[in-house]
């Protein structure tokens, strides 16, 4: 898929790389969409439970220490597959739902209210939510719009600098 792209990869090509027979891939997945969908609800949920892991070790750090370390973590995590995510990055706007979208989306979003209120300087409880989803949209955004439309080869060190200065602005002025 990496190669020629989602439309150009039959469900032959998928089974004979599972080492499958096709029938015995329709037994486990409806089609090539559901793959597809699978595919990135299992790497969405390997990033959330990473990010999740994160915050429980780092309870109680500073805000900005614990949301900088997060970054950290989560940009790492995405820029060593870079390739990879940015071809589910792509993929995911050809097969994913409205509600399926917002439902990932939502779910790093209270990540990132868990990682907020579990810090030493939490914002107020009712701006939690707000905060959690403008550092999830300034990060989400950065990451993805940088590897959709610059590549994976992009300059990693600059992409993580500047989604740090402008989520630790964004987080000074609370």
Do not use: C
Request: hydrophobic fraction near 50%; avoid cysteine.
């Amino acid at each position: 898929m990496m190669d020629r792209g989602y439309a150009g990869v039959t469900i032959r090509e998928v089974a004979a790389v599972a080492g499958v027979g096709v029938g015995t891939f329709y037994e486990y997945v409806a089609n090539k969409q559901a793959l597809a969908a699978l595919t990135i609800h299992m790497r969405v949920k390997r990033l959330a439970q990473a990010m999740g892991a994160y915050v429980q070790a780092h309870q109680g750090a500073p805000m900005l220490a614990l949301v900088q370390g997060l970054i950290d973590a989560q940009l790492g995590l995405v820029m060593d597959e870079g390739a990879v995510w940015a071809a589910l990055f792509m993929l995911e706007r050809q097969v994913s739902s409205p509600d399926a979208y917002r439902k990932h989306y939502d779910q790093f979003v209270a990540l990132w209210a868990q990682a907020l209120s579990a810090s030493a300087q939490a914002p107020a409880p009712e701006r939690v939510p707000v905060v959690a989803r403008m550092v999830h949209t300034m990060v989400y955004g950065w990451v993805t719009q940088s590897l959709l439309t610059q590549g994976p080869e992009l300059d990693r060190a600059a992409l993580h600098a500047e989604v740090q200065r402008a989520v630790g602005a964004y987080l000074a002025a609370l």
